[in-house]
């Protein structure tokens, strides 16, 4: 500031000094505006890219303007937008009876882009309907598209694939996502002190342990069982009882987050760009966009559950892999480079917001929703998820829980 009190600006600009108190007073507003955002509704902007809004400014319908903007940040908005023309492509190898081993691929591939987006559409909305509606609609779109993909194993009566498929995306972003943003976190960071916020990890712990409760009583009621007395309908009906639970576990979870104490899950680190803060897209539009999506979503994962066994004998795999470890990774692979990067920000709070909270929503609510599907329908699902692979779960949570408690 020079003599005569004011502020040279980096564009050369000038600012009276009078107005200083109003620039830090805007400025704090925004600050607790940002700080009032929960990690439920962050997105994971490193998939995201801009373009260039003079590709369409130069339209003269503004219907068709509108379209083009719309197409513009939905579809080549996202840095996964090469894997967009495999969703065609998948549908025309359908079509045309090509190899299944080629359906499934081009399937997988074509969701791992669409997942991506969804949860971008989503966060749209969030702008418009606030954050506890938003935080709402993310927990039920968060894995979209491994409900969907559960959902159509269901119908199809492949219970092996639904059960492999969602464990596999518990264990992937216990193991795979939060190891790998805590080791990233700390190579980064290794000259700072990593903290984050211990209520919000006890809380996902906790929920995570009821769930592996409630799934291991069906796996000790059968192995109590004497031999040859086999009690299948006492297991079905513990649980669709313990889902019932879990799935009340689960509201009381989400309203204890996003209205009884909200402050808790509250990101106080974040400092995105004013760009990312604000809507750019309209309500309807990114509703639109989201109906169309999840319709092709469900197309993909009905040819994804198909095909999965021609894949399996063609390539040489095992199911269990390809549904444990492929699948997840597809799924979520947005959500789970948007998780690294933050922890190589040292923003470890919103990592864990993604990786125990989507790793909690599949365990406390997408598992009990299927099985009491199945209930409706007619399926026999229960939540015995056999010895190992109860076994290896319970490790996981065990080792996250002890690791984190240590972390701090």
Not at 146 to 167: Q, R, T, W
Not at 181 to 194: F, K, P, T, W
Request: charged share 15%.
């Amino acid at each position: 500031m020079d003599s005569q009190g004011v502020w040279e600006l980096e564009n050369g600009g000038r600012i009276d000094s009078s107005s200083k108190e109003i620039i830090r007073n805007n400025n704090n507003n925004d600050n607790s505006n940002e700080a009032a955002k929960t990690t439920q509704i962050v997105s994971t902007p490193i998939m995201r890219k801009k373009s260039d809004p003079l590709l369409v400014s130069n339209v003269r319908f503004r219907i068709l303007r509108e379209f083009l903007a719309n197409l513009r940040e939905v579809i080549l908005g996202t840095r996964l937008a090469l894997l967009f023309p495999a969703v065609p492509l998948a549908v025309i190898a359908r079509l045309n009876n090509f190899g299944r081993p080629w359906v499934f691929a081009l399937s997988l591939l074509g969701l791992a882009p669409l997942a991506e987006r969804v949860s971008f559409l989503t966060e749209q909305i969030a702008y418009f309907t606030g954050p506890t509606v938003g935080g709402l609609m993310n927990a039920t779109c968060g894995n979209a598209t491994e409900l969907i993909i559960a959902l159509f194993a269901l119908y199809e009566n492949k219970i092996h694939v639904l059960k492999y498929s969602l464990l596999g995306s518990v264990l992937s972003n216990l193991l795979l996502v939060l190891g790998t943003s805590l080791l990233c976190g700390g190579l980064a960071n290794i000259r700072e002190e990593q903290r984050y916020d211990r209520k919000q990890a006890d809380v996902n712990s906790l929920l995570l342990l009821l769930g592996l409760l409630c799934q291991m009583l069906p796996l000790l009621f059968r192995y109590a069982a004497e031999p040859g007395t086999f009690p299948a309908d006492s297991i079905l009906q513990l649980s669709r009882a313990s889902s019932i639970l879990m799935l009340l576990a689960y509201v009381a979870y989400i309203f204890f987050q996003l209205k009884t104490h909200r402050k808790l899950f509250e990101s106080q680190e974040e400092d995105e760009d004013e760009d990312e803060e604000k809507a750019v897209i309209g309500f309807w539009s990114a509703f639109s966009w989201l109906v169309g999506m999840t319709a092709i979503i469900a197309v993909l994962s009905e040819y994804v559950v198909g095909t999965i066994e021609a894949a399996s004998d063609s390539w040489g795999i095992s199911v269990s892999f390809i549904s444990i470890i492929l699948l997840p990774i597809v799924g979520n692979a947005a959500e789970h480079a948007g998780s690294i990067i933050f922890a190589f920000k040292n923003k470890l709070d919103i990592s864990l917001g993604v990786a125990l909270g989507s790793a909690t929503q599949i365990s406390m609510f997408v598992v009990p929703l299927c099985v009491v599907i199945a209930w409706i329908i007619g399926v026999y699902m229960d939540l015995d998820f056999s010895l190992l692979e109860t076994g290896s779960l319970a490790f996981t949570i065990i080792i996250v829980a002890f690791t984190l408690q240590v972390f701090q």
